[in-house]
């Protein structure tokens, strides 16, 4: 039994669509699905009699434009897990320091009559009642530098 070029070509564009789709659907990383379109077409230019060749480069040809354009738009229309907070708004501003917050351990800061949990990017432990600068957000911490 021999199996022709066209056909075998035929089958892998099949085994790339069905396992490009698949690995999409698990990842959702929005890269697996430009492969599984760039072998649906070719698969289409296979029932066709297309040229194998002719197949092979369009596959390329469509995977990486897709890539290389569509996905950037997409994983920015589709971005879903950023939550939206105006914490982010304190960053630049000055703080109390209101629990001694040690050498590579948390303390606490006021800022804007509410208390965060800080930790200090100096090697200097920061009294209470000293003044901080905020220079970003961790998760729910603070993370300051003495003034």
Do not use: H
Request: a negative charge.
């Amino acid at each position: 039994m021999t199996i022709d070029i066209q056909n075998l070509f035929l089958l892998l564009w099949f085994i790339i669509i069905l396992v490009a789709a698949v690995i999409e659907v698990l990842t959702m990383d929005l890269t697996s699905l430009w492969f599984s379109i760039g072998a649906l077409i070719s698969f289409i230019l296979g029932l066709a009699q297309v040229n194998w060749v002719i197949q092979l480069v369009v596959f390329l040809v469509v995977t990486i434009l897709l890539l290389l354009s569509v996905r950037p738009l997409a994983k920015r229309y589709f971005r879903t897990n950023i939550v939206g907070t105006n914490a982010d708004r304190l960053v630049g501003k000055v703080a109390t320091c209101t629990q001694e917050i040690p050498v590579g351990e948390r303390g606490e800061v006021k800022v804007e009559g509410k208390y965060w949990s800080a930790i200090s990017t100096s090697d200097e432990k920061i009294e209470v009642d000293e003044k901080v600068e905020i220079l970003s957000i961790e998760g729910n911490k603070l993370i300051v530098v003495k003034l």
